[in-house]
């Protein structure tokens, strides 16, 4: 219920972020929303010794288009970038999804960056940017650099971070979406969980690029199927330069290569099941069928 | 996730725009709007951690992790020294003070009752057992305070599974030599011959799972002596005040006219704040020993392990039949497991069912027979329904299953067996005698509001197409038994205390009443209810009365609420008193107004002479004529004040029949209700308002664990559901809309011809969701999904669906599925 | 230590707090604002839910350091803005007060704060109850009460971002909030009420309060 104590710092750029990262090391934390490590420190699962917040942090807020791409500051809550004009017109998964993610009060205090950083496979927004490939900026002592999302989610929990970088913004792609059945982008994020406020047992995102009667692309990502994100890179194949009705077997594939856990709410046998159903899913309502 | 019918909603909707207006003549069976709402809903509420004293410390409790450990040693000087501690004990050092925990109902002779110390000494026992407790100026230095606690456990095998335990191969207490708390037997009836003369024998075993209670406000006791004077008020978010009193009292050795105990405000109950917890009576010894106020409030996970849990039992049911449906007779072999130890009502909860499997039918024999299995686990206790839950659930489920077996439409085999309206008052297998009932009345408004007949159609289509989405429709055609108790019938069966309530009405000078009541609100609106009863009774306004509760020093007489009995036995208690009030008070009035009392007619809060009613004395004005005692009868005391200890002479029994359709997503095991029906029967009603209310949550709490909760163990007796991350308590978008209706059929065993309400919602839908479940993929061979109907259970069900009559013997953990959630690394 | 300048139910405090004091026990413990309730400790319940700059979150999960510079209500305030909002001469009530609510940075206009009640007058009488309030009373929208506090204030949030939500709408839009006494119903009901007389299409009549 009560946090063990730790010294508490807020800074206003990302400098002074990585600056008090490189200072204090291993024990420090930082702090966005907090709905990822609060909750861990209220149960004493997590004692960092130095909270550095970034959560006023005005270059990691906020969304800017890039052209072909829209920066999303990291420190965005969930509600800002689910609400955002050029989310919602450009990169409507990420907008679908992120209203998902836990209930409105999380919504309003929970970053997009935390989230990612916090890197749970059972979260929503690692299997978006992922299906996404989209790229996480991260800012260290030697600059700043761009770690695909492929690359970005390493195991539970854990991410390529370095101890002394900060993640300050997400890079996702447009969708074009206007070219409505004949061209262009169809998505949905299938969610599936027994209670409003549970996490997914699993989900599916399918993104879906129609190219006039075929599917010109796929992609396919799942949450809660290992211990980071996955894509469902045989679904995928499948689906390149498929027809639609390509998708019910399409999606008998989505679980292959994965190594999903068992918990509470699922074995592994169930999962598999159900990836392949929510992609089926997924698939129809991203191609309007 | 639920859907919601707005046209069904929207017509039940309309009935209740009605709101009674500050003039209603007539009080009881308006839905007057709460009294106790202004300070909850402007946060003004006095919640038991909202209490800060001068001096004010607060407690910390460091609590077993091992399942099961002799503690091999405990230190706990490190924690004097982090900062802002004021004193650490381990159990040891309060031991002598602390006693043993009370269980008010050994339910047989032979018993096994083992001490239960608040502090363990020895031994830890659950997961959760307390071993040492810390004193802090603030809450944060009191949590930092627990880890710097040396205790080294040496680890005992941890005993979780109760058929296992039944083998006492390992022991919990070793100094009782065996796992078996008690075999309670009962029967009634000629069971072998009812059972080899009969046509159609079937056969179920039946999970009921083990819940946590979650009441919204976690437990908390702020204990305020007087030092000098040796004097406690106990201040404790409890349902049961006075029964804490008189435990602290005999628990702890202090003199019982020196304790008051006040249940301030509190946030729910639900049974499990009916104990006596070891926080309540350690935080009273430590209030003595540093002669400081002192607090303790639980944080949720810790509540999960230390706070009492519901049900979990396993059912072995087998009805025998004839082929017409004509019930003959009745077995269950239950398996009731206690936990490590017993809290103040453990052994009785599943006695209190043993009474209810026979149900609302008839039957010629009867046999019940309980087996109390202590196990390394936090104890069980009451929780909403307490016993009736389980007992309807095993025989609305036999019901249907043997429907199948017949080849009978469930309905009508209820039909053939249930008592009929005019067979009351009846006298049932078990040994109760039902005052009242119409359960035809109830299932026919119940029917037409469901639309039965179509949604049948609907399920038909749906099973010749082949849809992915099964509809599936659930019945429940219930009774229980509530309105604790008849003392004389808690005497025989054992259990400690009575049940009789008591109230008091006084009329003040000014005309304004006084209601104290024995009863101990906590969500139920006790205080408007008894408003209302005493506004009618004394013929005054309803804002003009005061019911005061909850506080031993304001109300000393009184057997606080649980088990549906507060309105039953204390609203009729207070109607009772009020009407003393009446005849003494005609007596002054006759008086006064120089007739004789036959002469006296009461009408509208005034006494009249008959024949001149211009000649009226108003109560109000008799009360001050009484307070100045100037002209009284010569043998009066100067006193307008009514008292009535009241025991009842039965319990109340309300009934009711209950209809769910649920869709069943064959593909994902996903289960959606389409529609919850139910037409309650309560008897007279006081409020509406608040019946609907009881009944709208006692129903989320049914579905709820027919659908989402299960307090899981591991192996190794860890509460793996440790959090309401896992243990799924459901909110609004889980739980549908209700079209809850009423039948009204008085009881005649009181004045008021009330019956209980608060547990009736919770002890008829869990069948009835069930049964939806399980009626929806009947056609794909499956005969049972245990509880919760999660997806994957369903799923597994379906695939499964070899039409396997009777499940095997299931052990009441899964050890397969947490073995390897524990190498997931902590999933969610 | 952590220094914070924050508004709390229309009143500016200026304290140190412990680097890890949630914000629900500044509130609860330190400024005494006891009506803000405590019920998990996984930020699932929702019973400490208040508004801060603006939208609704759960005060368990914030650092009262987080909160320097910020504008929260509470429970215990929410009549009280309620009132002032009605009392402000250009606006609609809703409008005006949401415009208040999210002022960037958090703090109210000069005016608006002129325009407050004189702190410690006294409870509101019902006359000045939230229409959020007066619908939970007058709907039976609860029974003990412990998770009311938070119902409502999430309700707010859920009126301002969606004046005229369907009943699945609210639902969905009170999931981050678990009441064990009401099975949801007469919640939705309230909700429902305070919608329509948020919206100016209901009477407002003056329902009884029982007192």
């Known amino acids: 219920m009560i946090p063990a104590t730790f010294d508490y710092l807020r800074v206003d750029s990302p400098e002074a972020a990585v600056a008090a990262l490189v200072e204090h090391g291993d024990e420090a934390k930082i702090l966005a929303g907090g709905h990822s490590l609060l909750p861990l420190m209220r149960l004493r699962l997590a004692y960092p010794e130095v909270l550095i917040d970034v959560s006023r942090v005005d270059a990691m807020r906020g969304v800017s288009d890039e052209g072909d791409t829209l920066l999303i500051g990291a420190c965005t809550t969930h509600h800002d970038v689910a609400h955002d004009p050029l989310v919602r017109a450009h990169c409507g998964i990420l907008s679908q999804a992120t209203a998902t993610v836990g209930d409105p009060q999380v919504r309003h205090r929970g970053t997009i960056g935390g989230a990612l950083a916090h890197a749970d496979a059972a979260g929503d927004l690692p299997t978006i940017v992922l299906a996404l490939d989209g790229q996480l900026v991260a800012q260290g002592p030697n600059g700043s650099r761009n770690i695909a999302a492929a690359d970005f989610f390493v195991d539970y929990l854990q991410t390529v971070l370095e101890p002394d970088e900060v993640l300050t913004a997400v890079r996702v792609p447009k969708l074009a979406t206007d070219g409505g059945r004949r061209s262009g982008w169809g998505y949905h994020y299938e969610k599936f969980n027994r209670v409003a406020q549970a996490w997914a047992i699993v989900a599916s995102c399918a993104l879906v690029r129609r190219d006039n009667d075929t599917i010109g692309e796929a992609r396919v990502a799942l949450t809660n199927m290992g211990t980071t994100p996955v894509r469902a890179t045989a679904t995928e194949s499948a689906l390149a330069g498929a027809a639609a009705a390509a998708v019910a077997d399409a999606a008998a594939l989505a679980a292959d290569g994965t190594d999903p856990p068992a918990d509470l709410n699922a074995k592994p046998d169930y999962r598999r099941h159900l990836a392949q159903v929510l992609t089926r899913r997924a698939l129809e309502r991203a191609l309007g069928t | ?828 | 230590m952590p220094r914070i300048q924050v508004k709390v139910d229309g009143i500016a405090y200026d304290d140190e707090v412990e680097s890890r004091l949630l914000l629900v026990h500044y509130l609860r413990e330190r400024l005494g604002l006891t009506g803000t309730n405590v019920g998990c400790d996984t930020s699932n319940c929702g019973a400490c839910t208040v508004m801060m700059d603006g939208h609704s979150v759960k005060s368990c999960t914030v650092l009262a350091a987080q909160v320097d510079g910020s504008d929260i209500t509470t429970i215990q305030g929410l009549a009280r803005e309620w009132a002032a909002a009605q009392r402000t001469p250009e606006g609609g009530p809703s409008d005006e007060w949401a415009a208040a609510q999210r002022t960037p940075g958090g703090g109210p206009s000069d005016e608006w704060a002129a325009a407050q009640p004189t702190p410690g007058d006294g409870s509101s009488d019902d006359g000045d109850w939230h229409p959020l309030q007066r619908a939970f009373h007058t709907e039976h929208g609860l029974q003990c009460g412990y998770c009311t506090p938070g119902m409502i204030m999430a309700s707010v949030d859920l009126l301002a971002e969606n004046p005229n939500p369907s009943d699945e709408e609210i639902r969905h839009g009170l999931e981050g909030n678990l009441c064990r006494c009401t099975g949801y119903q007469n919640i939705v009901r309230a909700v429902r009420k305070a919608a329509e007389t948020m919206a100016g299409d209901g009477t407002g009549s003056q329902q009884e309060v029982a007192r």
Not at chain 2, 139 to 163: F, G, H, T, W
Request: charge should be negative.
């Open chain 2, 1 to 828: 996730m639920s859907k919601i019918d707005p046209e069904v909603v929207a017509d039940e909707l309309a009935e209740h725009d009605q709101v009674a207006t500050p003039d209603t003549s007539r009080q009881v069976g308006a839905a007057r709007l709460r009294k106790e709402d202004a300070q909850l809903v402007t946060g003004q509420a006095t919640w038991t951690d909202n209490l800060v004293f001068p001096g004010m410390l607060h407690m910390a409790v460091l609590r077993s992790p091992m399942a099961h450990a002799r503690i091999a040693s405990i230190d706990v000087s490190a924690a004097l020294q982090v900062s802002g501690v004021m004193a650490a004990f381990s159990g040891a050092d309060l031991a002598a003070e602390l006693g043993s925990l009370p269980c008010a109902w050994p339910v047989t002779e032979d018993m096994v009752s083992p001490q239960h110390p608040p502090l363990a000494t020895e031994e830890v026992r659950y997961v959760g057992d307390g071993v040492a407790v810390v004193v802090a100026r603030d809450r944060y230095s009191a949590a930092d305070a627990l880890e710097a606690i040396a205790v080294e456990y040496e680890p005992l095998p941890a005993v979780v599974d109760m058929e296992t335990a039944l083998t006492d191969n390992e022991l919990v207490h070793a100094d009782k030599g065996t796992n078996t708390c008690f075999v309670w037997p009962f029967s009634n009836g000629d069971v072998d011959a009812a059972f080899s003369g009969a046509e159609v024998v079937v056969e179920r075993r039946f999970i009921q799972q083990r819940l946590l209670p979650t009441a919204i406000e976690p437990r908390a006791v702020v204990v305020a002596p007087i030092a000098a004077a040796d004097e406690y008020t106990v201040y404790s978010s409890t349902q049961i005040p006075h029964i804490l009193k008189l435990m602290l009292a005999l628990t702890t050795g202090l003199p019982e006219h020196k304790l008051r105990v006040i249940a301030p405000d509190v946030g729910g109950g639900f049974g499990s704040k009916l104990n006596v917890y070891a926080e309540e009576v350690i935080a009273l010894i430590v209030a003595k020993r540093l002669g400081r106020p002192i607090k303790w409030t639980e944080s949720r996970s810790e509540g999960y392990q230390a706070t009492i849990h519901g049900r979990d039992q396993i059912q072995d049911i087998t009805v025998a039949a004839d082929r017409d449906g004509r019930l003959r007779g009745l077995k269950v072999d239950l398996k009731a497991d206690m936990g490590a130890y017993l809290q103040l009502v453990t052994p009785g909860i599943p006695l209190l069912g043993a009474f209810m499997y026979p149900a609302i039918y008839k039957m010629d024999a009867y046999d019940f027979r309980c087996t109390g299995v202590f196990t390394t686990k936090t104890p069980t206790d009451a929780y909403r329904g307490a016993g009736r839950p389980e007992a309807t659930f095993a025989i609305e489920r036999i019901m249907d299953e043997l429907a199948v077996e017949l080849g009978m439409e469930p309905l009508e085999l209820r039909r053939r067996n249930w008592i009929t309206a005019a067979e009351f008052p009846y006298d049932t297998i078990a040994g109760l005698t039902y005052d009242s009932g119409n359960y035809e009345a109830a299932t026919d408004k119940a029917l037409e509001l469901f639309g039965y007949d179509e949604l049948r159609a609907e399920q038909t289509r749906r099973r010749e197409s082949g849809d992915r989405a099964q509809l599936g429709i659930g019945i429940s055609t219930f009774t229980e038994m509530c309105g604790l108790a008849p003392s004389r019938v808690l005497g025989s069966l054992s259990y400690a205390a009575g049940g009789w309530e008591a109230a008091t009405v006084r009329v003040l000078p000014t005309g304004k009443i006084e209601v104290v009541t024995g009863t101990s609100p906590h969500g139920q609106g006790h205080v408007t209810a008894w408003s209302q009863i005493a506004a009618d009774a004394l013929g005054v306004a309803f804002e003009d009365v005061e019911v005061l509760h909850g506080d031993t020093q304001v109300a000393p007489m009184g057997m606080d609420t649980y088990g549906s009995r507060s309105l039953v036995v204390g609203g009729v208690a207070v109607q009772m008193a009020a009407g003393k009030v009446i005849d003494k008070a005609k007596r002054v009035a006759a008086h006064l107004l120089e007739a004789a009392e036959g002469d006296i007619e009461f009408l509208d809060g005034a006494f009249s002479v008959r024949g001149s009613p211009e000649a009226s004395k108003t109560l109000g004005e008799v009360a001050l004529a009484v307070f100045a005692a100037h002209d009284l009868p010569d043998d009066m005391e100067p006193d307008l004040t009514g008292s009535t200890v009241f025991d009842p002479e039965n319990f109340s029994f309300p009934h009711g029949t209950h209809l769910c359709a649920v869709e069943v997503d064959t593909e994902t095991g996903m289960v959606d209700i389409r529609s919850y029906v139910c037409v309650d029967d309560v008897g007279k009603v006081v409020n509406p308002m608040i019946v609907e209310g009881q009944v709208h949550g006692g129903l989320a709490q049914g579905i709820a664990q027919a659908l989402y909760e299960e307090a899981i163990y591991d192996s190794e007796g860890n509460l793996v559901t440790g959090t309401l991350v896992d243990y799924l308590v459901p909110g609004a978008p889980d739980i549908p809309a209700f079209v809850t209706d009423r039948t009204e059929t008085p009881a005649t065993s009181n004045a008021l011809g009330v019956k209980g309400v608060g547990e009736a919602g919770t002890i008829a839908s869990t069948p009835a969701v069930v049964n939806a479940v399980v009626d929806a993929l009947r056609h794909l061979g499956v005969s049972d999904v245990r509880m919760p109907c999660s997806p994957e259970r369903v799923w597994r069900a379906i695939h499964a669906g070899d039409g396997q009559a009777a499940p095997a013997a299931v052990p009441s953990a899964d050890h397969e599925t947490l073995r390897q959630s524990d190498s997931a690394g902590g999933g969610q």
